[in-house]
């Protein structure tokens, strides 16, 4: 099964440009990767996925280097609202018992 | 378009007692899914349904623990007899289209908590 690895927290500014890196060594060929974000007493809420290269919406980046082994959510000029917890996924969609949720970073955006 | 909605958003039952959790999925997504997250751990997979049929129920823990899809629509989750450890937060996602992540990304609701005392 494939797993992932974020940073456990991350802190920054309202304005900037947040980047949380996630580590997938050993995703499969047919996996995509996902990120969602959940606020608190929600359900997580879908933000963008991608396979490879750069996908990019009206939400935020997703950057993954052609060996696919790690993947950057880029969220540009973030506010306060920003602030939530961002789970990172990898799966190939053939089973969904096979998509784990990891711990998620905790993203805290300060004014 | 209407989200998913779950019923209760909270339920506080003694050990021992019943519980019944239900999820109203998207209007027109076969797929439907039940997670968990227990008090510290992380969100985990119990079960998925397409339309009224069992796909994957490899994630639920126990016999303690039935869902049912009649007719595909809602979902109702059932524990009985529940137990301390069943405590955490239960989150049921639809999508459109099976596969999780080929393009079909899940909608979640916003959870019932269950507390077991």
């Known amino acids: 099964l494939a797993k992932t690895t974020q940073p456990i927290s991350m802190d920054s500014y309202e304005g900037q440009e947040v980047n949380i890196t996630c580590s997938h060594n050993?995703?499969?060929?047919?996996?995509?990767i996902t990120w969602y974000q959940q606020f608190p007493s929600q359900g997580p809420r879908f933000i963008i996925q991608?396979?490879?290269t750069k996908v990019t919406n009206e939400v935020a980046s997703l950057f993954i280097p052609a060996d696919r082994k790690s993947s950057t959510l880029s969220l540009p000029r973030v506010s306060l609202s920003d602030t939530a917890v961002y789970y990172c996924?990898?799966?190939?969609?053939?089973?969904?018992?096979?998509?784990?949720f990891g711990s998620g970073t905790r993203l805290s955006i300060r004014p | 378009e209407a989200g998913v909605t779950q019923f209760p958003s909270h339920s506080v039952i003694e050990k021992g007692q019943t519980v019944t959790l239900r999820c109203d999925p998207i209007s027109g997504h076969d797929n439907l899914y039940w997670y968990r997250r227990v008090m510290g751990k992380e969100i985990k997979f119990l079960l998925h349904?397409?339309?009224?049929?069992?796909?994957?129920e490899s994630g639920m823990p126990n016999n303690r623990f039935l869902a049912e899809r009649t007719g595909g629509t809602y979902s109702t989750l059932k524990v009985q007899p529940a137990e301390l450890e069943d405590s955490g937060v239960y989150f049921c996602?639809?999508?459109?289209?099976?596969?999780?992540?080929?393009?079909?990304?899940?909608?979640f609701g916003n959870g019932t908590r269950l507390t077991v005392t």
């Open positions: 996924l990898v799966g190939d969609g053939s089973s969904a018992s096979k998509i784990i």
């Open positions: 991608g396979y490879k």
């Open positions: 996602a639809s999508s459109p289209l099976e596969g999780a992540n080929l393009g079909s990304p899940l909608h």
């Open positions: 050993n995703i499969a060929t047919n996996d995509y």
């Open positions: 349904f397409v339309k009224e049929s069992k796909q994957d």
